[in-house]
């Protein structure tokens, strides 16, 4: 690997789901099956391109130690689809040894036989969308799963060679009580997963259940009964060794954790990517990129990454979004010349915005902050941006401390991070440092 380069991630979009959930806004679709192939040839396109581009940047392949496969379902994909999406990928990309290669599954559309295959093909890293273990609450939820299928899922994966896994799990539901979280919550721990993602239920535009509850048919989530949920969940996880080290997100750990400012060794390496700004690629309908490159050289301190130099003065620094529609984003692959264009930029981008340091250090403060374990080291800021954390945002940090939302931590202090008390109120703090 080429030491001046910042490995870097690979998101792929699958945006083929069997139906639509109540509450889900993501760029995902049902009824579009048939696409699958054609979808497939254009993600591969869209890879090979990138790595080309790349390649011809840097006189060698880029490092990729993260792939995450999310969507949409994309354990719906044919095994033979997701050969030929990862012999593009293999060919693209210098893919790590070590790399983390996560797929998200629903518990709805596995079976020993494809999990087998997905681990053949060399996934790492399983993310089964639970989020309830009440037949009620699922079906709330639209979920084309029934709870049983969940422990059976985890059992199949656990037979297929499976040894990192995580439950995606939602709170906050409307009518939904405290007692009945907590079952879920014990459903979930008695799993014997390495890791688990909470996320509080959001009412998004235009989903049917934020129709049903503007209609009145169902109450409205309770904020302060979704606080006293997160908080019984952050005692419980701790209880069953758990470490939380993002605002949504718990691991285990193989061993010891170091020290209470590093990860447990389950956290989700791909994750961490985006909440350390660091870049990765997305390819498909709808993916986001963020690109800096060439990217400049590592700057470390007892051997682990703590920064690059000369981010800002770097000529590519930008984030792309991808054309939503999946048809769309076909033609598009499909009508590609064949000629090189300018990396990062591909023939499915639909959106660039030029990243500017002003932006890149918001970003990396608001991304940050969510890590509630390693937080933002001052040190790794002053080598990333060549200026003191806390001389740009002395006033902001002063003001978060003394209200206990903000802590220093480390033992010298090097790290800022969210107190416990902030963790609920993350979003007041994130404003204040763009
Ligand atoms: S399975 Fe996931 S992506 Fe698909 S509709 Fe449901 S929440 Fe959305």
């Known amino acids: 690997m080429n030491p001046d380069l910042w490995p870097y991630s690979l998101y792929i979009h699958i945006p083929f789901c069997r139906q639509r959930c109540?509450?889900?806004?993501?760029?995902?679709?049902?009824?579009?099956?048939?696409?699958?192939?054609?979808?497939?040839?254009a993600l591969r396109g869209e890879i090979e391109l990138l790595g080309a581009a790349a390649e011809e940047r840097l006189a060698g392949r880029l490092p990729v130690h993260t792939v995450f496969l999310g969507g949409g379902t994309p354990s719906r994909l044919p095994l033979t689809e997701l050969e030929r999406l990862f012999s593009a990928v293999r060919g693209a990309f210098d893919l790590q040894p070590a790399a983390e290669i996560s797929l998200e599954a629903n518990p709805g559309t596995v079976d020993l036989a494809s999990l087998r295959g997905l681990r053949e093909l060399g996934i790492t890293r399983l993310s089964l969308g639970m989020q309830s273990a009440h037949a009620d609450e699922l079906e709330l939820l639209g979920r084309i799963h029934t709870y049983a299928e969940v422990p059976q899922a985890v059992d199949w994966a656990r037979a297929a060679g499976f040894d990192n896994l995580n439950l995606d799990v939602i709170f906050g539901l409307p009518g939904q009580t405290l007692e009945r979280w907590q079952v879920t919550l014990e459903r979930a721990l008695g799993l014997g997963v390495e890791h688990l993602s909470l996320y509080a239920l959001t009412l998004e535009e235009g989903t049917p259940l934020l129709g049903r509850v503007a209609a009145g048919q169902l109450p409205e989530p309770d904020p302060d009964l979704a606080a006293d949920?997160?908080?019984?969940?952050?005692?419980?996880l701790a209880g069953a060794g758990f470490h939380q080290y993002e605002i949504s997100n718990w691991g285990k750990t193989a061993g010891k954790v170091d020290s209470e400012v590093h990860n447990p060794s389950y956290a989700c390496q791909h994750n961490l990517q985006y909440w350390r700004n660091r870049p990765y690629l997305g390819v498909g309908a709808g993916a986001h990129g963020y690109i800096c490159m060439p990217a400049p050289k590592l700057l470390e301190e007892d051997g682990q990454a703590v920064g690059r130099a000369g981010a800002h003065d770097n000529p590519i620094n930008m984030r792309i979004a991808n054309v939503l529609a999946p048809a769309e984003y076909i033609r598009r692959m499909a009508e590609w010349d064949g000629k090189r264009s300018d990396f990062p930029q591909t023939p499915a981008a639909a959106q660039v915005t030029p990243i500017d340091m002003q932006a890149e250090i918001a970003e990396t403060m608001m991304m940050g902050l969510r890590l509630t374990r390693e937080g933002l080291s001052r040190t790794a800021f002053q080598a990333r941006f060549d200026r003191p954390l806390t001389e740009l945002f002395s006033p902001q940090i002063e003001r978060l401390t003394r209200l206990g939302l903000l802590e220093w931590a480390g033992t010298r202090q090097d790290v800022l991070r969210l107190s416990r008390g902030g963790r609920l109120l993350g979003n007041q703090v994130f404003v204040e440092f763009i």
């Open 229 to 236: 949920m997160y908080d019984l969940a952050t005692e419980m």
């Open 22 to 41: 109540s509450y889900c806004d993501f760029n995902t679709y049902a009824g579009l099956e048939a696409l699958i192939p054609d979808y497939v040839t």
